[in-house]
Every structure is written in C-alpha cells, then in structure tokens.
C-alpha cells in the first residue's frame, strides 16, 4: 500500500474562449514552421466563406525576382506565379516545334484570349507567368525544373519548365505540354488581371 497522500484535486475545466484560443495558437505555429520551410510558397487567405464562392485573390509580387516562383491558392487549387527571365523568355522559341499546342487552341481546358500567345500571358506584362499548378492528366501536381540542362527524366536538351513526375509528363516555361507525353492539355491559365504593377487578382479578368 502506497503511503502518499491522497488527492481530491480536480482540475478546473477550460473555458470555451481559453479552448479556442490554444487551439488557434497551436494552428499559427504550424503555419508559422511550413512558411520557413518554404520561403517562396505563401498564400493569401480570405475569410472561409469567400474561399467556398471563388471569391478572387489579390498577390503582392514586388517580392518576386526574376526566376522565382509564388504559389498561392485558389478556389483550393495551388496557383503559380513565375517571373521570367530574359533567358526563359528566349527558350519558348525552341519548344514551340516540340510542344503539342503552341498556341493554346485546344478547348478542354480554354485559355483567356489574352493568353493565347507563345508566352501565354498578358502582353503587357510577358514575363510574368500565371498557371494553375496541376496536372492535366490525373490531377498530380508537377514539380518545378526551371533550371535548363540534362536532368534526371528529362532531355539533355532541356529548356527549363515542369516536370509531373507521377506519370512523366513535361511542360515548358510557358505551361505547354510536350508532343506525346500522358497529358492532354496545356496547364491551365487562370483569369487574372493586374491592379497594379505589382498587384495581381488572381479569379478576375475585367480588362479582357
């Protein structure tokens, strides 16, 4: 028989406000560990009922150098913003021959009118690419390989692009889908437009 003495002590029950604020908090500190382990991938988070109608997304890009890469969300889909160099521009001209829909005809997945150019963007803004980062196959998530040069599963003559590596499929730096590769589609172009010369909405195109 134990000689310590025994206890009554029943800890007091949280209270309903005390609850919900521990569980917030330990909600922000997960986020917080994600955003330094992914210093590039942010996402602007509107109130839960303006994410379930699509509301649109405005993204702040002055951060983004040129061959770098934001990813935010929308309507639950991851979407990209790649601010391309010089050099990147250069390349689509040698993929053109190589990718299945050069111009974005096809209408599975349409592509906004003022997309539907080499570098699938809006003219005045060309280097700055907008694509919804999923796969038109099976709706895998393709991975970036945006340096040019051989790499494993890819071309030795690689240009730069992305690469789904659940079924092989290849995309150049303009989203467009290589000739006989398991996707059908170019990846697709969302409706975006710019509010300023940084500022994107990104679900909204009343300037097209």
């Given at each position: 028989m134990?000689?310590?003495p025994?206890?009554?002590?029943?800890?007091?029950?949280?209270?309903s406000?005390?609850?919900?604020?521990?569980i917030a908090?330990?909600c922000?500190?997960?986020?917080?560990?994600?955003?330094?382990?992914t210093?590039?991938?942010?996402?602007?988070?509107p109130?839960?009922k303006?994410k379930?109608?699509g509301?649109?997304?405005e993204?702040?890009?002055a951060?983004?150098?040129?061959g770098e890469?934001l990813?935010?969300?929308?309507?639950?889909?991851?979407?990209?913003?790649?601010r391309?160099?010089?050099?990147?521009?250069?390349?689509?001209q040698?993929?053109?021959?190589?990718?299945?829909?050069?111009?974005?005809?096809?209408t599975?997945?349409p592509?906004?009118e003022?997309?539907?150019n080499e570098?699938?963007?809006?003219?005045?803004?060309k280097?700055?690419l907008?694509l919804?980062?999923?796969c038109?196959?099976?709706?895998?998530?393709?991975?970036?390989?945006l340096?040019?040069?051989?790499q494993?599963?890819?071309?030795?003559n690689?240009e730069?692009?992305f690469?789904?590596?659940?079924?092989g499929?290849?995309?150049d730096?303009?989203?467009?889908?290589?000739k006989?590769k398991?996707a059908?589609?170019n990846?697709?172009?969302?409706p975006y437009?710019?509010?300023?010369e940084?500022?994107l909405?990104i679900?909204e195109?009343?300037?097209?």
């Amino acid at each position: 028989m134990s000689d310590a003495p025994s206890s009554n002590f029943t800890p007091a029950p949280l209270d309903s406000s005390k609850r919900t604020w521990l569980i917030a908090s330990g909600c922000a500190g997960a986020v917080g560990t994600v955003a330094l382990a992914t210093p590039f991938v942010s996402s602007f988070a509107p109130s839960e009922k303006a994410k379930a109608a699509g509301a649109a997304v405005e993204v702040d890009i002055a951060g983004v150098k040129p061959g770098e890469k934001l990813t935010v969300e929308w309507r639950g889909k991851p979407v990209w913003i790649l601010r391309r160099t010089p050099e990147m521009m250069a390349s689509l001209q040698k993929t053109d021959a190589e990718v299945a829909d050069p111009k974005s005809l096809r209408t599975a997945f349409p592509t906004p009118e003022y997309a539907r150019n080499e570098a699938r963007s809006r003219e005045d803004h060309k280097e700055v690419l907008v694509l919804v980062g999923i796969c038109t196959h099976l709706g895998c998530s393709p991975v970036d390989r945006l340096q040019a040069g051989a790499q494993p599963s890819l071309p030795d003559n690689w240009e730069g692009g992305f690469f789904c590596p659940c079924h092989g499929s290849t995309f150049d730096l303009a989203g467009r889908v290589f000739k006989n590769k398991p996707a059908p589609d170019n990846l697709e172009v969302p409706p975006y437009m710019f509010l300023a010369e940084n500022k994107l909405l990104i679900g909204e195109d009343k300037k097209a």
